[in-house]
Every structure is written in C-alpha cells, then in structure tokens.
C-alpha cells in the first residue's frame, strides 16, 4: 500500500514538473525567436545622443545600444531614416526598435510600445548671436521703446505735480523765484527736478511754511520712487532682453520658429498655439534656417541644442535660459515583439543607465543628468 501511495506522488510529481518545464520551454523558444530573426534597427541621427562621424556611430545612445546587446546573440539590421520615417515605421511595423531615443507621449502609445523612460530632457530655444555692431545699435534704439517713454513719462509726470503744488505755496509770497503764470510753473518743475536729483543748486527755495512742507514730503517721496522710476527705465535698456528678444517661452508666440517635423517640440508648440512654425526634418537644417532668417529662434530638445553650439567654432548661437516640455526618452518597440523580450530589454536598459559608467558618458557628451 504505501509503494502504491509512493509511487502515486512520483508519478503526480513528474506530471508538475514537466508541465513547469514545458511552460520555460514555451518561453525561451519565444526568446529564441528573436534570436533565429534579424530584427530591423531604425534609427535617426539626433546629436549628441546619436551621432555619426567617419560612417561610424557614435554617442550615448550607441554606447548604451553597445552595453544593452554586447553579449546577446541576436541579428540586427540597421537603418538610417528621418525622424518622421522613423515614427510611421514603428507604427506599421516595419522597424522593431528604435535605437534612437524618442520622446514618451499618449499619441505614440497608442501607435507602438515603448521600453521604460531613461533619461528626462527640457526642451530650450536656441538664438543667433548678435553682432557688437547690432547690440550697439539695438541698445540706441532702445530709447525710442515705448517702455523707455512710459517710464520717463511717468516720471516726468510726478515731478509736474509736486513741482505744481511747490508753485502754488510760493507764487505770491515768493514772486523772485516762482514767476506767475506758465513761467511760474515751468520754475516750479525745475526745482521739483533738482530736488529730486539732489543737485541743490540753491537757484530757488521755498520760503513759505506750505512750501516748505511740500519740499520736506518730496524729498522723502523722492527717495522711495527715484528707485522704482529706475529700474523700470533701466529694464527697457537691458541689453540681455534686447539680445534675446525674451525670456519666457510667452515671448515667442509672434516670432517663427522652427523644430523637427512630428517631433514632441512641434506637438507641444502645436497644442500651445504657435502658430507660426516651420518644421524641418533633420536637425542639421537648424543653424541655416536661422542664419538665412527664415525663423526667429529653434524651438527643440536642449541637448541637442547645446550640441549645435558646441560645435559652432564661430560662436554664431546662444541658448537661451527658457525650460520648458519636460520629455521622458525612451526605445521604441514594436507591439509585436514579444513581452519578455520587452521586460528584459526595460530591464537591462534600467540596470546600465544607473551605473556611473552612464553618467561619465553623458558627462563626455555635455549632457546634464
């Protein structure tokens, strides 16, 4: 009896464990599928991330590729296209991953998968440089902004009243100083001005206990708004507001700009309604577009921003201090493919993004993490 309960469980214990191994079958040939065919490899330069030189790839994109798949044994076929290209051969499936790193949104979701974020970006604006000639002249002009005019408008403004109410205490008891009439009053601004300056002249005083109070009010009065009346006139003479035409992202609604053509930029330009874009395919098309004037600025991802200006030897292009459209970056997969693939590629790309070997990388490359 107990041989027949003994052999009972053996026979019950094979059954499980051929079935468990039957199941870890099923999901390594699913993996060895990927490694019997040639996944398609698409891929868009998009420095400092991937970058070509000499026909070789390079940047941390590729170094990361390189980490990721260095001891799998699975064929890759490699494709250069451009950024729009790359996105409706994800969405068709003519492309299994994308080695390039693209930005994580609902529109893309719904179209392929995506392997887990490693990396977040800000999107900046980048400029041309002015000139010491145009900065000159852009700085002379700046006195005939209509801030400059409200400012000293209103200035000139506060000194007549105080000037006017000098006037009225002083015209009869003080005739020598403060003439009667428009030249009365006109006497009254100018030391309504000096006072204000404290230049103390000495040409005109009051004499009178009411002039005298209205003297003593502005002078303390004066104290508290020449401030004020000075930053404002000295704001629209900033040659850093001059040279970047603004510093908010608000600024740039009536100015074109140009992006990567359906990139996450021109999707978040699009729902914030700028309107005036022009969308480029490659980013190499940025720095003619604004030398030759056809845009005002580049609206794009900083990065690769910060790339162009590294590059530039002649220091044609500055980046301005404007953040906004925070990305998540991720590879993106083909629905396809399958899920334990996808786990493991999230996972390993997880594992080298949060070694330092991946910060030292990104450090080579000028990219802040």
């Known amino acids: 009896m107990r041989s027949l309960h003994l052999l009972t469980f053996l026979l019950v214990f094979q059954l499980i464990s051929a079935s468990s191994f039957s199941a870890d079958m099923d999901l390594y040939n699913t993996s060895l599928d990927i490694k019997k065919d040639t996944l398609e490899v ?16 390079n940047g941390p994109s590729y170094w990361l590729w390189q980490e990721v798949f260095a001891d799998q044994d699975i064929n890759f076929n490699y494709r250069q296209m451009s950024h729009e290209a790359l996105l409706s051969a994800l969405r068709s499936g003519e492309v299994d991953i994308s080695m390039s790193p693209l930005t994580v949104n609902a529109d893309r979701l719904a179209h392929f998968d995506f392997t887990e974020a ?9 400029v041309e440089q002015r000139s010491a000639f145009e900065k000159a002249m852009a700085f002379l002009a700046s006195f005939f902004s209509m801030n400059f005019f ?10 007549l009243i105080f000037g ?38 000495g040409d005109r005083s009051p004499r009178t206990t009411g002039g005298r109070i209205v003297a003593l ?19 629209s003479l900033t040659v850093n507001q001059i040279d970047s035409g603004g510093d908010e992202m608000k600024d740039f609604k009536d ?62 292009f500055k980046l301005l201090p404007i953040q ?34 991946w910060e030292v990388v990104l450090s080579e490359y000028g990219i802040n993490q």
Not at 119 to 125: D, E, L, M, R, S
Not at 150 to 159: C, Q, R, S, T
Not at 268 to 291: I, Q
């Open 118 to 126: 490693f990396q977040t970006v800000q999107a900046g604006i980048m």
């Open 217 to 235: 009010i502005w002078m303390f009065t004066a104290i508290i708004i020449i401030s004020g009346f000075t930053a404002s006139i000295a704001s």
């Open 150 to 159: 409200k400012a000293l408008g209103g200035l000139a403004v506060v000194i």
């Open 324 to 357: 906004y459209n925070a990305q998540y970056y991720a590879l993106g997969l083909n629905r396809k493919l399958p899920d334990n693939f996808k786990r493991e590629l999230s996972l390993s790309l997880l594992k080298v993004t949060q070694t330092k070997d």
């Open 42 to 57: 698409g891929y868009t330069l998009s420095p400092p991330f991937l970058n070509k030189e000499k026909g070789q790839l």
């Open 255 to 316: 100015k074109k700009l140009a992006t990567i053509q359906a990139s996450a930029t021109e999707k978040w330009l699009e729902d914030h309604f700028f309107t005036n874009r022009l969308a480029v395919e490659k980013p190499s098309e940025f720095e003619d577009v604004l030398l030759d004037k056809k845009v005002d600025a580049i609206a794009y991802d900083q990065p690769l921003l910060q790339s162009i200006i590294k590059k530039d030897s002649l220091d044609r």
């Open 164 to 201: 006017f109410l000098e006037w009225l205490f002083e015209r009869k008891a003080n005739e020598e100083e403060f003439d009667k009439g428009i030249k009365g009053l006109w006497e009254g601004f100018w030391w309504s001005a000096v006072t204000m300056t404290t230049v103390g002249y």
